[in-house]
């Protein structure tokens, strides 16, 4: 048995069952430096059971559609918010519960996300560019992380 | 008078007064998802008075060199950090005191900044590209910002 999902654009309305579109989408909450500069405050949810946020940098392989999806995974303790350093668009992946199918969604350029805190999702999938982001997540102690393997991988088509 | 400042590549101990650089220089600190995506952990120095972290997003207009530096601040209660969500290399300033000569720095694709907190640091100055950039500041009551103006403004060259 074959289980496709097709990819659907990305936007805060889709994707607010999972977490937060990070983009310049309307108007700015404040024009600062003079008005050189807009300002679009605080739009991830950043959640930590402890420790603290830390800033780390991911430099992934890239993938390519139909992508065989046969993991995702949860963070219990904290939120993950990837922001590509690149307009490159990526794939995000993510799913109510293991056993729901899971959602893809592919991002604009300008486009950066958080996932709440103990959602499940995708590892980082990008398509196409240099594969590095800025990962804001927790830094603490002990392990942080659940893995959920599907016995018959999800197939990721365009 | 006119007093001129040339710019410099960006390096960590270059830097190393005003904050951190985030980059993939070296090996990473561990290998995930498989040994598909490289991370470099925790590399931005963190550090609220008070209040929280918070993810913004900045849409600054592009500048060009010469610049005319007039002004610097800082912000007393909270470290910043500046992610380009591009390639493009942006131009940093920063100084030791609003009397020091600034300094200025000229980022290589892939570089982003933390500004340690109370650091004078210049606002944010893209060259070319999106002047997209996602900035993970201090989320809090009351005011965080001291600026000083300078009579001469220094010329900042390549």
Redesign the interface.
């Known amino acids: 048995m074959t289980r496709t999902i097709k990819t659907q654009p990305l936007t805060p309305t889709v994707f607010a069952p999972f977490g937060d579109v990070?983009?310049?989408a309307g108007e700015?909450d404040k024009m600062?430096?003079r008005g050189?500069?807009?300002?679009?405050?605080?739009?991830?949810a950043?959640d930590f059971t402890d420790g603290?946020?830390?800033?780390?940098?991911?430099?992934?392989?890239l993938r390519a559609l139909p992508f065989a999806l046969d993991l995702i995974e949860r963070h219990p303790n904290g939120s993950q918010?990837f922001?590509?350093?690149?307009?490159d668009p990526f794939l995000v992946i993510a799913a109510e519960n293991p056993d729901a199918t899971p959602q893809a969604f592919l991002t604009d350029?300008?486009q950066?996300i958080?996932f709440h805190k103990g959602t499940w999702h995708g590892?980082?999938t990008p398509l196409s560019g240099?594969g590095?982001f800025?990962?804001?997540d927790r830094?603490g102690p002990g392990a942080n992380l659940e893995e959920h393997h599907f016995k018959t991988p999800w197939i990721i088509q365009a």
Chains 1, 2 share one sequence.
């Not at 603290?52 to 392989?61: D, E, V």
């Open positions: 990070l983009d310049c700015p600062i430096n050189l500069c807009a300002r679009y405050h605080d739009r991830a950043l603290r946020a830390g800033i780390s940098l991911f430099k992934a392989q918010a922001i590509p350093m690149g307009l350029a300008g950066a958080n590892v980082l240099s590095l800025a990962v804001v830094v």
